[in-house]
C-alpha cells in the first residue's frame, strides 16, 4: 500500500473518533430534552436505516477489489447472524442505554473518557475465554483505576456520582459485546451484523421507550438535531469509515488514531457545552488516556478485540 493510501485511511480512522468523540456532546444535549430510551429507540432506528443502502454498495466495493463477499447464502448462515446480531445487540442496548441514561446526569467530557475503558476492561475480561493479558494490561488497569478515582471520586468521600456509575456500567456491557463481535464477526458480514444488532437495539429501546417513558412531541423535535448526529454520524458514518479505515492501516496504529475519542469528547465538551475539568479530574483524564493508550499499544499476539470500538 502506497503511502498516500495510508495517510487517507488513517484520516478516516481519525474522523472516525471525531465523530464518536462529538456524539457525547449530542448525547448529552438529547438527554436534557428526551428520556434515554426514546433516544436510543429513535438513534437506533436511523442507524438501522442508514445501513441498511450502506450494504449493497460494501459488496459493490469488494467486488471492485475483487474480494469475496460474506453474504449469507445458507440457513445455517442467515441463523449465525441473526444468533450473533442478537446477543450482540442485547449488550451495546444495554450498554447504549446505561451510557445514556448516565450521561444524562454528567459531563459529555467525563462520559467520554470513563467509555473508553473497555479499551481495558476487554482484555481483562478475556480472562474468561482462557486469554492471558500482557502484563501491560494490568499497568493500564491500576493507571484506570488511579485515573477513575481522580475523575470521578470525590476528595472528601469515597463515592462514584450517579451518572459516573451508569456510564462505567456501560463500559463493562460494551466490553462484553466487544468479546461477542470478536466471536461473530469473522464468520459474517460485518455492516450486515451491525444491522441485525441496531435493529435489535431499536426494537428494546421502543418497547421500554413505550412501556416507561411518555415522548413529547415538542421535545422530540428538539432533541432531533441530537438524535440525527448520534444516529447517522456515529452509528451509520463513523462505523462505516472505521470498516474502511482499519482496512488500510496497521492494527496497532488504527487503535491509537481511534482512542482519541476521549480526548474529543472533552474538547466538544468543554466547546460546545463549555463544561470546564478542575486540575484533579484533568490528572484523572490524563492517567485514563495513558491507560487506553497503553493497553492499545499491544504486541501482534495479543487478541484483536482489545484494539478499538466495533460500534
Same mark, same amino acid.
Given at each position: ?194 444491522? &441485525?444488532?441496531? +435493529?435489535?437495539? $431499536?426494537? #428494546?429501546?421502543?418497547?421500554?421507550? *413505550? !412501556? =416507561? ?65 478542575? &486540575?484533579?479530574? +484533568?490528572?484523572? $483524564?490524563? #492517567?485514563?488516556?495513558?491507560?487506553? *493508550? !497503553? =493497553? ?16
Amino acid at each position: 500500500m502506497n503511502h498516500r493510501r495510508q495517510n487517507f485511511h488513517t484520516f478516516l480512522l481519525l474522523l472516525t473518533a471525531f465523530l464518536w468523540g462529538t456524539t457525547f456532546v449530542a448525547q448529552r444535549t438529547g438527554a436534557e430534552l428526551v428520556g434515554p430510551f426514546t433516544f436510543l429507540a429513535m438513534r437506533s432506528w436511523i442507524a438501522v436505516l442508514f445501513l441498511t443502502p450502506v450494504i449493497p454498495l460494501m459488496d459493490r466495493l469488494y467486488a471492485r477489489r475483487g474480494m469475496a463477499d460474506r453474504k449469507p447464502r445458507s440457513g445455517p448462515d442467515r441463523l449465525l447472524l441473526l444468533k450473533g446480531g442478537i446477543l450482540c445487540g442485547m449488550m451495546l442496548g444495554a450498554a447504549s442505554a446505561a451510557q445514556q441514561i448516565g450521561i444524562g446526569y454528567t459531563s459529555a467530557s467525563k462520559a467520554g473518557f470513563i467509555t473508553s475503558l473497555y479499551v481495558v476492561l476487554v482484555p481483562v475480561l478475556s480472562i474468561f475465554l482462557r486469554r492471558q493479558p500482557s502484563p501491560r494490561v494490568w499497568v493500564g488497569v491500576l493507571l484506570a483505576l488511579i485515573g477513575l478515582y481522580l475523575l470521578c471520586m470525590k476528595a472528601d468521600r469515597f463515592s462514584l456520582a450517579y451518572g459516573d456509575a451508569w456510564v462505567l456500567l456501560c463500559t463493562l456491557f460494551f466490553a462484553v459485546q466487544i468479546l461477542l463481535l470478536d466471536r461473530y464477526s469473522p464468520l459474517v458480514d460485518a455492516v450486515r451484523l451491525s444491522r &441485525v444488532q441496531f +435493529l435489535v437495539v $431499536a426494537l #428494546l429501546s421502543t418497547v421500554l421507550m *413505550l !412501556l =416507561t417513558e411518555h415522548p413529547d412531541s415538542g421535545a422530540f423535535v428538539s432533541a432531533l438535531p441530537s438524535i440525527l448526529y448520534a444516529g447517522v454520524f456515529s452509528s451509520g458514518i463513523a462505523y462505516t469509515l472505521q470498516i474502511i479505515g482499519q482496512d488500510g492501516v496497521n492494527p496497532s496504529v488504527a487503535s491509537l488514531v481511534m482512542s482519541l475519542e476521549s480526548v474529543f469528547s472533552a474538547f466538544a465538551g468543554w466547546l460546545v457545552l463549555h463544561e470546564r475539568l478542575t &486540575v484533579r479530574e +484533568l490528572i484523572g $483524564a490524563a #492517567l485514563m488516556f495513558a491507560a487506553v *493508550l !497503553l =493497553t492499545h499499544l499491544m504486541p501482534p499476539s495479543e487478541p484483536r478485540e482489545s484494539r478499538g470500538r466495533p460500534v
